[in-house]
Nanobody, 116 residues
Framework: QVRLVESGGGLVQPGGSLRLSCAAS????????MGWYRQAPGKQRDLVAT???????NYADSVKGRFTISREYAKNTVYLQMNALKPEDTAVYYC??????????WGQGTQVTVSA
């Protein structure tokens, strides 16, 4: 059974930093892509950042230069370092895991709130 455990969300002031982590277990055939998406109230779920098995990264334009995605392959864990946070970054952040064989898996989501 695949399980994704997210952590690191919370309340932070504008300009502050947070680090999200997501640990995946139970993926038998290996993981191709890991990433983060976010969904603000009343909006669709959007890409934040992804990282492939080869280490290639992709970022939403709105977070380039502020967020950094990284991956610990031996632990099937993905991180999102978020710096210079803005109120518009407020959303529920979801971890996504794309195995080589099966469909994508999603975490339960972690709330990030940027407010003074």
């Amino acid at each position: 059974q695949v399980r994704l455990v997210e952590s690191g969300g919370g309340l932070v002031q504008p300009g502050g930093s947070l680090r999200l982590s997501c640990a995946a277990s139970g993926v038998i055939f290996g993981i191709d892509v890991m990433g983060w998406y976010r969904q603000a109230p009343g909006k669709q779920r959007d890409l934040v950042a992804t990282i492939t098995t080869g280490g290639n990264t992709n970022y939403a334009d709105s977070v380039k230069g502020r967020f950094t995605i990284s991956r610990e392959y031996a632990k099937n864990t993905v991180y999102l370092q978020m710096n210079a946070l803005k109120p518009e970054d407020t959303a529920v952040y979801y971890c996504m895991v794309r195995p080589f064989v099966t469909a994508d898996y999603w975490g339960q989501g972690t709330q990030v709130t940027v407010s003074a």
